[in-house]
């Protein structure tokens, strides 16, 4: 049976899985009948099984091997051991032949992601925040919603808040105090999840939009402007920082990114933890733009500087999240984000740990830590499949053996064709 729409066994499978509590701890140590010929294929579905997959065990980062997952109505209702599958209806059945099962990746920094949305699916990533919003964007989430489009789902930024000269169209210009309530205001009354601020708004503004968005639960997101500093975003309590503006000109006095000052880069990073602040560095495009500026000798040192300050950070409990800026013609989307993960470990941090940045600790930041970015019970079923241990090598990252969203699968042929622009 290919895995096709209206699969006719999912109301059973809906309502044996409506007791799962009860209904599987009766049923444990049961197997389930395996059917032959369900393989693998691309479609849309309400019910299916994975077999024969490894998980990260979470408490330990070991491996569980031969563990099958059941799925229904696009969330993981059911975990365990290969051979005690509860029995059940048939259902459309995907081999998992020793896969690596991990959640779908999470681009915390992007832009144009609708245009993108092939390249973020074929590399595994079905949710994107978008750190510039704009109507079209708006309308491709409202379609993925409604289950007319394809994801990856977007999570919208407003359009950026600036001062003159703006920097970019569908800039919102925001010149003084007394225009701050009015451009809140507007964003609320939108459908935006975050507040975009940018280089050139003034000082004072940018403290008031920082101080009037907490009074109305507003999360800002975005640059340090160029005439405000790292202080002001921390005791402003900025959501997410972005590119790690405002600690360029933290650093600028002592030696910059090339010497930096290691108890400065501290206390910048225990300060940053203090204020719950979360730093999305985009290494990847500020590498590139190091190398168009200084070469590639003097972009490595800039680097080994940025680096440092995001294991502090990291070491400090200050909260990361992996982002790329795909979408403005520079880093690639999707496979821009698999390098980002790369600059990350190149800086010193554990493979497990980045993969945890780029899924479980970006869906906590986006408010969905009950809804994604883990391979548990109840959660969303957007799930990644890969051929190597991403804990020994992101390789495996980069050309998936499969991807579920909530209710289509995608198999390694589906995701290449998506690689290649060619849906
Ligand atoms: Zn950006």
């Known amino acids: 049976m290919a895995i096709a729409p209206g699969v006719a066994s999912a109301p059973s499978f809906r309502l044996l899985f409506a007791t799962v509590g009860t209904t599987l701890a009766a049923a444990a140590g ?20 994975i077999d024969s997959v490894s998980i990260l065990d979470d408490a330990s980062t070991q491996w569980l091997p031969l563990r099958s997952l059941l799925v229904e109505g696009g969330r993981i209702a059911w975990i365990g051991h290969v051979d005690s599958v509860p029995e059940g209806p048939e259902v459309p059945r995907i081999a998992g032949r020793g896969a690596y099962l991990v959640p779908a990746l999470i681009d915390a920094h992007a832009h144009d992601a609708a245009n993108d949305r092939f390249l973020h699916l074929g590399n595994g990533v079905t949710t ?58 507007r964003v609320a009354s939108e459908d935006w999840a975050f507040v975009k601020v940018y ?113 502090r950070l990291h070491a400090s409990g200050a909260r990361l999240l992996i982002g790329t800026d795909a979408g403005i013609g520079i880093i690639a989307a999707g496979a821009g984000l ?51 241990d991403p804990l020994e090598s992101f390789s495996g990252l980069r050309a998936p053996s499969g991807l579920l969203t909530a209710d289509r699968y995608f198999d390694r042929a589906q995701l290449a064709r998506f690689r290649d622009a060619r849906p």
């Not at 600690?247 to 910059?256: E, I, K």
């Open 30 to 49: 049961a197997c389930a009948s395996t059917p032959s010929g369900l393989a693998p294929a691309a479609g849309e579905w309400s019910a299916a099984r």
């Open 128 to 185: 994107v925040r978008v750190m510039w919003g704009t109507p079209g964007q708006l309308a491709h989430q409202r379609e993925v919603t409604q289950g007319r489009r394809e994801g990856p789902r977007l999570v919208l930024a407003s359009p950026g808040h600036d001062g003159q000269p703006p920097s970019w169209p569908l800039t919102r210009e925001v010149l003084s105090i007394d225009a701050v309530p009015a451009a809140l205001d």
């Open 199 to 311: 280089d050139h708004l003034p000082r004072s503004v940018y403290r008031e939009m920082l101080r009037e968005g907490a009074n109305r639960r507003l999360r800002i997101v975005g640059h340090v402007p160029f005439g405000a500093t790292l202080t002001d975003a921390l005791d402003g309590r900025q959501a997410s920082i972005e590119h790690f503006t405002g600690y360029d000109r933290a650093l600028a006095g002592a030696g910059g990114w090339s010497a930096p000052d290691s108890l400065q880069i501290d206390a910048l990073a225990r300060a940053t933890a203090e204020a719950g602040t979360w730093n999305c560095p985009t290494l990847g495009i500020l590498r590139r733009f190091a190398v168009s500026r200084s070469g590639a000798v003097g972009a490595e040192r800039e680097m080994r500087g940025r680096a440092m300050l995001l294991r």
């Open 338 to 388: 698999i390098d980002e993960m790369e600059e990350f470990v190149a800086a010193g941090l554990p493979r497990a740990t980045v993969l945890q940045l780029a899924t479980r600790d970006a869906a906590e930041f986006l408010g969905d830590s009950r809804e994604l970015g883990r391979v548990a019970v109840g959660y969303r079923a957007e799930l990644l499949l890969l051929p190597q």
